[in-house]
């Protein structure tokens, strides 16, 4: 079955220091990869997303790039701010009938 | 106003209360979702729907029910709950017409307590 294998937390940085939150992956055939976080008191939203090996998905500064060869895709920020502070849960998809597989999730502490 | 609703938000009961938490969407998506948030271990998946007639079990379904009332509305069931339900549950929604690829929408989620 599918699978999402994400560090463990917290990560505890400083502001403007580099962030790499690794996430590697188990599936079958050519899936959908997802980052999502979860700020404090809220739900889930959507960072970023790629469908494809080798496309970089990234917004708000955060990058991520799918590589199929390592089954990995690893979130990075060149400089954390302090509402970078959440938990970030990497994620993948088969598409079509398939349901969204989470990994447990990564707490990032970010400190002024 | 929230493009997917929750109520409760926070509910504190007894052990073999019965509670049901709803959920209500106004983005028109056909796939609803329950999971349940534990530290340590993520989101795990209740239950599913597809469409209004579609039910599906997810991976830890056993102490509840859900039923989908309506294409906007899904509601989750504890029919006797017991303290080890005791989490943060949240309900999403998903559309993957097209070439879309399954992005989730959440609630801002709903904190049980079982005493």
């Known amino acids: 079955g599918n699978s999402v294998t994400q560090m463990e937390g917290p990560v505890t940085l400083s502001e403007e220091a580099f962030l790499t939150i690794n996430c590697t992956y188990t599936a079958t055939g050519y899936p959908s990869l997802f980052w999502y976080v979860q700020y404090p008191g809220e739900g889930l939203q959507l960072l970023l997303k790629a469908t494809k090996a080798d496309d970089k998905g990234s917004n708000k500064g955060f990058e991520a790039t799918y590589r199929k060869e390592t089954t990995s895709f690893h979130l990075e920020k060149g400089s954390v701010q302090v509402s970078d502070s959440a938990v970030y849960f990497c994620?993948?998809?088969?598409?079509?009938?398939?349901?969204?597989?989470f990994g447990k999730g990564t707490m990032l502490l970010v400190s002024p | 106003d929230a493009d997917v609703t929750q109520t409760p938000r926070n509910r504190i009961t007894k052990t073999g209360k019965r509670i049901m938490l709803e959920c209500s969407q106004t983005?028109?998506?056909?796939?609803m979702y329950w999971y349940r948030q534990d530290p340590g271990l993520g989101l795990r998946l209740i239950y599913y729907s597809f469409d209004v007639k579609d039910i599906n079990k997810g991976e830890i379904s056993d102490g509840y029910s859900v039923s989908r009332q309506a294409q906007a509305k899904f509601s989750l069931s504890l029919e006797s709950a017991i303290p080890n339900q005791t989490a943060l549950y949240f309900c999403a929604t998903s559309d993957l017409k097209g070439q879309s690829t399954g992005e989730l929408f959440f609630g801002e989620g709903s904190r049980l307590t079982v005493l």
């Open positions: 983005k028109g998506h056909d796939r």
């Open positions: 994620a993948l998809s088969d598409g079509g009938y398939s349901t969204l597989t």
